[in-house]
């Protein structure tokens, strides 16, 4: 079937993320199989991925991430929002701001629950402990023998203790380990980082393993299509340096290009929803009404106020006198300043007393942020921040085409706030943020309220902002969900339904989204369906 390509590979991997950097490493690793990943962006060359406070240029990076928007989106004011990616080995992992959280024992006992046999949080506990080097040590939740290296954040900005202290003032409990026995409660996240540097799944899984004779890695190229043949997948073609090159599959393809271009892909290649497909005519190779449906996203907010002290980062010459010191550190001891990444501080609240788990997650940010660091007015103020997120949103977007040319962005539809609970949760956010705030030590050194301003005090007020404002916390997943009813795309071992010799393997395959930051999941996801996928392979 495969012969009439030039050059065959056994697995050939899409996209070289979170998910296809785990996938290359494991699936190489016998020695056995002849393993292909094929990436879009460059190779993750550039110093801004590895100082980890380089994630703040990064945000506007055009050659390391696509930059996407969504919208405009009816349920925000007609805003376009802003959604960045990874492009480049690594991909978001590479971009990212580096905290290490797996979301709560529920998520997956709800993936379970749904039908998705193997994904309760006992099955899935094992390959967060099996991938991760946890510098504290190992215990009953965390593990030491894997190539991601979790570490504590090291920058020492005093404002992030003054923080955990109000918001402990506040009346939330104090926590050392999110992803321990309970994820609630305050304190300092655990970053994926090694020696003051960004550990990215690159960096973690794949650059060890360059020299792999079996491994061949292709940067810089565009797959534009999944070749299909009688409802299997047998290679994969692709664009570089404007040559169309086409690539064998011996045993299996695998997408792994993200919770936008997964589905993105698999409606190029003719697998999705009819009426889509007929939109672009392209030829429908397999109809599956969910590709691209179901898109979750965590929905956030940020109260910033204006701050009276100096430690904190500004554009400002007092407080650069003060980081400058701090800046140096990064060479000499592998700390300080450049080794943030920027939310180093935060944690899992509940809004109400209904919430049986936490239901919103809190970053601290040591800067009057806003339009995600990108607003550079805003960083010449001494200011503070808390984002305030939503952890397990009722509101579903899409993911669908803007035409059948493969260098054209996916249509994002983000549909943020559109549910009504979601209204009510954020408007609690915001509330439970200016808490926070309310509360020494920190209370004593902010002042005027920036966002969303004094006056904004009622609840139809605070849902106007929200609307106005509220943006994404760059968590997209669930387009290619797995499980069994009419809109899933994938089964519970990731085999596309209706396809054969097709996984997708990324975060896009997550029923629903998990209570908390997704790279740990995503890695973890991969880790798991990579043992599957040398199991099916074994002779
Ligand atoms: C700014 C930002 C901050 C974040 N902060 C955190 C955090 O602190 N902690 C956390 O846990 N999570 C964080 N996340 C989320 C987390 O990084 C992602 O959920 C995770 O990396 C997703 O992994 P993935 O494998 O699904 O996709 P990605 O890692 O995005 O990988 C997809 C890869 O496929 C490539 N690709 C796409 N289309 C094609 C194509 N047609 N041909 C070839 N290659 C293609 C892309 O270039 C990319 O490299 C953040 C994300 C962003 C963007």
Same mark, same amino acid.
């Given at each position: 079937?495969?012969?009439?390509?030039?050059?065959?590979?056994?697995?050939?991997?899409?996209?070289?993320?979170?998910?296809?950097?785990?996938?290359?490493?494991?699936?190489?690793?016998?020695?056995?199989?002849?393993?292909?990943?094929?990436?879009?962006?460059?190779?993750?060359?550039?110093?801004?991925?590895?100082?980890?406070?380089?994630?703040?240029?990064?945000?506007?990076?055009?050659?390391?991430?696509?930059?996407?928007?969504?919208?405009?989106?009816?349920?925000?004011?007609?805003?376009?929002?802003?959604?960045?990616?990874?492009?480049?080995?690594?991909?978001?992992?590479?971009?990212?701001?580096?905290?290490?959280?797996?979301?709560?024992?529920?998520?997956?006992?709800?993936?379970?629950?749904?039908?998705?046999?193997?994904?309760?949080?006992?099955?899935?506990?094992?390959?967060?402990?099996?991938?991760?080097?946890?510098?504290?040590?190992?215990?009953?939740?965390?593990?030491?023998?894997?190539?991601?290296?979790?570490?504590?954040?090291?920058?020492?900005?005093?404002?992030?203790?003054?923080?955990?202290?109000?918001?402990?003032?506040?009346?939330?409990?104090?926590?050392?380990?999110?992803?321990?026995?309970?994820?609630?409660?305050?304190?300092?996240?655990?970053?994926?980082?090694?020696?003051?540097?960004?550990?990215?799944?690159?960096?973690?899984?794949?650059?060890?393993?360059?020299?792999?004779?079996?491994?061949?890695?292709?940067?810089?190229?565009?797959?534009?299509?999944?070749?299909?043949?009688?409802?299997?997948?047998?290679?994969?073609?692709?664009?570089?340096?404007?040559?169309?090159?086409?690539?064998?599959?011996?045993?299996?393809?695998?997408?792994?290009?993200?919770?936008?271009?997964?589905?993105?892909?698999?409606?190029?290649?003719?697998?999705?929803?009819?009426?889509?497909?007929?939109?672009?005519?392209?030829?429908?190779?397999?109809?599956?009404?969910?590709?691209?449906?179901?898109?979750?996203?965590?929905?956030?907010?940020?109260?910033?106020?204006?701050?009276?002290?100096?430690?904190?980062?500004?554009?400002?010459?007092?407080?650069?006198?003060?980081?400058?010191?701090?800046?140096?550190?990064?060479?000499?001891?592998?700390?300080?300043?450049?080794?943030?990444?920027?939310?180093?501080?935060?944690?899992?609240?509940?809004?109400?007393?209904?919430?049986?788990?936490?239901?919103?997650?809190?970053?601290?940010?040591?800067?009057?942020?806003?339009?995600?660091?990108?607003?550079?007015?805003?960083?010449?103020?001494?200011?503070?921040?808390?984002?305030?997120?939503?952890? !397990?949103?009722?509101?579903?977007?899409?993911?669908?085409?803007?035409?059948?040319?493969?260098?054209?962005?996916?249509?994002?539809?983000?549909?943020?706030?559109?549910?009504?609970?979601?209204?009510?949760?954020?408007?609690?956010?915001?509330? !439970?943020? !200016?808490?926070?705030?309310?509360?020494?030590?920190?209370?004593?050194?902010?002042?005027?309220?920036?966002?969303?301003?004094?006056?904004?005090?009622?609840?139809?007020?605070?849902?106007?902002?929200?609307?106005?404002?509220?943006?994404?916390?760059?968590?997209?997943?669930?387009?290619?969900?797995?499980?069994?009813?009419?809109?899933?795309?994938?089964?519970?071992?990731?085999?596309?339904?209706?396809?054969?010799?097709?996984?997708?393997?990324?975060?896009?395959?997550?029923?629903?989204?998990?209570?908390?930051?997704?790279?740990?999941?995503?890695?973890?996801?991969?880790?798991?369906?990579?043992?599957?996928?040398?199991?099916?392979?074994?002779?």
């Amino acid at each position: 079937m495969t012969s009439s390509f030039k050059q065959c590979y056994d697995f050939i991997i899409i996209g070289g993320g979170s998910a296809g950097c785990v996938l290359a490493d494991k699936l190489s690793a016998s020695g056995q199989h002849q393993v292909c990943l094929i990436e879009a962006g460059p190779k993750d060359s550039s110093p801004l991925i590895h100082v980890p406070l380089g994630v703040v240029e990064l945000m506007k990076s055009r050659r390391l991430n696509w930059l996407y928007n969504s919208g405009p989106e009816a349920s925000q004011n007609d805003r376009e929002i802003f959604n960045p990616r990874g492009k480049t080995l690594g991909g978001s992992s590479s971009v990212n701001a580096m905290l290490y959280i797996r979301g709560q024992k529920e998520d997956y006992d709800h993936w379970r629950d749904l039908g998705n046999e193997g994904w309760g949080y006992d099955d899935v506990l094992p390959y967060f402990k099996a991938t991760q080097h946890q510098e504290r040590g190992a215990d009953d939740y965390h593990g030491v023998d894997g190539p991601l290296n979790v570490a504590e954040s090291r920058s020492k900005l005093p404002i992030f203790d003054n923080f955990i202290q109000s918001a402990i003032n506040a009346g939330f409990p104090a926590n050392n380990d999110f992803n321990g026995e309970q994820q609630e409660g305050i304190g300092y996240f655990q970053v994926t980082q090694k020696d003051g540097k960004r550990c990215s799944a690159a960096k973690a899984f794949l650059t060890p393993n360059l020299s792999r004779k079996n491994l061949t890695v292709i940067t810089d190229a565009l797959v534009e299509k999944i070749i299909l043949q009688d409802k299997k997948a047998v290679g994969i073609r692709f664009k570089r340096k404007q040559k169309i090159v086409e690539l064998g599959a011996n045993k299996e393809v695998i997408l792994s290009a993200g919770a936008f271009n997964s589905p993105q892909l698999l409606m190029l290649s003719g697998v999705g929803p009819q009426a889509e497909l007929d939109k672009h005519n392209i030829t429908l190779e397999h109809q599956l009404e969910g590709v691209g449906q179901n898109l979750q996203e965590h929905v956030d907010a940020l109260v910033v106020k204006e701050y009276t002290d100096t430690d904190i980062i500004a554009y400002r010459p007092k407080a650069l006198a003060k980081l400058a010191p701090s800046a140096f550190k990064f060479f000499t001891e592998q700390s300080g300043v450049l080794t943030s990444a920027v939310a180093e501080a935060g944690g899992f609240i509940k809004t109400s007393d209904e919430a049986e788990t936490p239901d919103l997650q809190l970053h601290f940010i040591p800067a009057a942020m806003d339009d995600h660091g990108r607003n550079l007015k805003m960083l010449f103020r001494y200011g503070v921040a808390i984002h305030a997120c939503l952890l !397990r949103p009722k509101s579903r977007g899409s993911v669908t085409l803007y035409g059948s040319a493969p260098h054209l962005n996916p249509n994002i539809t983000l549909n943020m706030l559109s549910h009504p609970d979601d209204q009510t949760i954020m408007i609690k956010a915001i509330k !439970r943020a !200016r808490e926070i705030f309310a509360q020494p030590p920190v209370a004593n050194k902010v002042t005027n309220e920036i966002f969303p301003g004094e006056g904004c005090q009622s609840d139809e007020d605070i849902l106007e902002f929200l609307k106005n404002k509220a943006s994404t916390i760059y968590h997209p997943v669930g387009t290619c969900k797995m499980g069994q009813d009419e809109l899933s795309v994938v089964d519970s071992e990731l085999k596309v339904h209706g396809i054969d010799s097709l996984r997708v393997v990324d975060a896009s395959i997550m029923p629903t989204v998990v209570s908390g930051n997704t790279n740990a999941p995503t890695i973890m996801i991969a880790a798991k369906i990579a043992d599957n996928i040398l199991a099916t392979h074994s002779n």
